[in-house]
């Protein structure tokens, strides 16, 4: 069976491919791919070595890339709990989702769904990203006669 040189891997076909799973494609799925596009080629016109090359190296370069996106969100996730962390005890104010004003103190942090969300002493929570002012701790109340 003869049939036509297949076209290289493209960001589309990847997208396709990417449409039923949100998760990035693995190196091992890229493999796949260009072992499927040799069996396929014409075999009077094979792919050059230059082409292997090519997509080999764009392979490494998108698993770096990859790896390296993951490791910047986490260290952004790090930076915004550490920054959450120093509005413990202090007032603050923002805006919900739903664009309603929300103040109050601060205290505790967490991460759901890989967002940094302050509690505040009323019950509710605001999402640091939403923090629209910042104020000093509240002041204990002065001892009497001090």
């Not at 049939?3 to 190196?27: H, R």
């Not at 629209?132 to 002065?142: C, H, L, M, R, V």
């Amino acid at each position: 069976m003869i049939t036509g040189p297949s076209a290289p891997i493209s960001a589309a076909s990847t997208n396709k491919l990417k449409s039923s799973n949100k998760l990035a494609l693995k190196t091992e799925d890229f493999i796949k791919m260009m072992i499927t596009q040799l069996q396929q080629q014409d075999p009077m016109e094979p792919a050059k070595n230059e082409q292997l090359l090519a997509q080999m190296s764009q392979i490494g370069q998108l698993q770096s890339n990859t790896l390296m996106q993951e490791s910047l969100k986490g260290m952004v996730l790090q930076h915004q709990i550490g920054s959450a962390g120093n509005l413990i005890g202090k007032q603050i104010k923002g805006l919900s989702p739903e664009g309603e004003p929300v103040a109050g103190l601060v205290n505790s942090v967490r991460v759901e769904e890989g967002a940094v969300k302050l509690e505040l002493d009323n019950g509710k929570q605001l999402a640091l990203e939403r923090v629209i002012s910042i104020g000093g701790a509240t002041a204990a109340p002065a001892a009497a006669g001090a």
